[in-house]
């Protein structure tokens, strides 16, 4: 039977944001989630074993970005100037970013940021190996997904 398979690896990690003044529910304050991330990989070709991409390669990518700069963090929009400051003034770990932090801007923004990583793999080199699919919870009951754009 004829297709194509993907892989996906998980990771979780701590982080606060804040929607800020121009947000009017309650996702305007200060506060954190714990966050999930699915990514979902294709390739153009397995390798030898018939792996997209090992999943200990996956995820060493994926952490290691996560653990760097997000967890335990909070990220704020340049544009959110106070909580910028305050940030900086304490000395707090931060990931600036150009965006509100909805889980959406997170998720376009996230995917492009695992793929960077994917693409130093040597494992990856020449196969085509691309994130396919990003799927960000914000909440055990809110999510956002990104999906590569087909080819035309
Ligand atoms: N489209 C979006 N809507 C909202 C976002 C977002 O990023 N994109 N973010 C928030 C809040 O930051 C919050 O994290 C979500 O809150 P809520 O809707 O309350 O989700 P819960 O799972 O906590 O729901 P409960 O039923 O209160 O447990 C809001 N909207």
New binding site residues.
């Given amino acids: 039977m004829s297709g194509s398979v993907t892989i996906s690896r998980r990771i979780e990690w701590d982080m606060a944001?804040r929607?800020g003044p121009r947000c009017t529910?309650?996702?305007k304050n200060l506060?954190g989630?714990r966050y999930v991330a699915i990514a979902t990989l294709a390739a153009d070709t397995t390798d030898d074993l018939g792996m997209v991409l090992d999943f200990g390669d996956a995820f060493r990518v994926m952490k290691a970005f996560v653990d760097g700069s997000l967890d335990h963090a909070c990220i704020v929009d340049r544009g959110d100037a106070d909580l910028l400051a305050f940030l900086i003034q304490q000395g707090d770990k931060r990931c600036e970013v150009e965006f509100p932090?909805?889980?959406?801007n997170l998720c376009s923004w996230l995917a492009a940021r695992f793929q960077e990583g994917f693409d130093t793999l040597p494992a990856a080199a020449g196969r085509g190996v691309q994130l396919v699919e990003l799927r960000v919870f914000?909440?055990?009951?809110?999510y956002?997904d990104w999906k590569v754009q087909p080819a035309s």
């Fill in positions: 944001h929607l529910t309650k996702c506060h989630h932090s909805t889980v959406e914000e909440t055990p009951n809110c956002a």
